[in-house]
């Protein structure tokens, strides 16, 4: 069963809530997934009063770092299953 947001420090139910915020950036030619623009980051911050900005950031660009991975991982095992499937057909 996934973890509720709430079980969470203060900080890092923040950095979840300004992550969902950001737009996500994919790779134009592949559909990969490359992470989060954090170009608006600080429009948010002033936004929503948040001042820990520094560990903030941190637990976001944890958590970014960890979706891009499983992402990838995703991403993988779909592309080797497509060659899998167009290797049986031939």
């Known amino acids: 069963m996934p973890l509720d947001a709430s079980v969470f420090p203060s900080e890092v139910q923040v950095a979840f809530f300004v992550f969902d915020l950001l737009p996500d950036r994919w790779d134009g030619m592949s559909g990969y997934y490359l992470g989060k623009d954090w ?50 057909k031939h």
């Open 39 to 88: 170009a608006s980051a600080e429009f948010i911050f002033d936004l929503y009063d948040i001042s820990d900005r520094k560990t903030v950031v941190f637990f976001a660009k944890l958590y970014e770092n960890t979706i891009v991975e499983i992402r990838a991982k995703e991403s993988e095992q779909k592309r080797k299953e497509a060659e899998r499937r167009a290797k049986s």
